[in-house]
């Protein structure tokens, strides 16, 4: 598990441990991430659903924040609603 990552460095060691082990990578609440094409042969029915594939680190850390990104909007009309009241 990746947690609290900063900086660009880690996610090019997270992205290329994951496809030397010809792994996803399979972030919360995002999609799964597919590091080599023809990958999703291998996943479970449950993680086929949402699937990407990226090549860079980059992309990789761009559909995990475009992703939550998505979700937290949301979420924000509730919450800014409430403050005016």
């Known amino acids: 598990m990746a947690n609290n990552i900063t900086g660009p460095d880690p996610w090019h060691l997270l992205l290329g441990g ?4 010809n792994r996803a990578i399979t972030p919360m609440d995002s999609p799964t991430c597919l590091t ?3 990958e999703p042969e291998g996943l479970p ?4 659903d949402d699937v990407v594939c990226v090549e860079t680190a980059t992309e990789l850390l761009a559909g995990i924040e475009t992703h ?3 979700q937290r909007r949301k ?3 509730c919450r800014a609603s ?3 009241h």
């Open 18 to 21: 994951a496809r030397a082990a």
């Open 36 to 38: 080599r094409p023809g």
């Open 82 to 84: 409430a403050t005016r």
């Open 68 to 70: 939550w990104l998505r």
């Open 45 to 48: 029915d449950e993680l086929q």
């Open 75 to 77: 979420f924000l009309p």
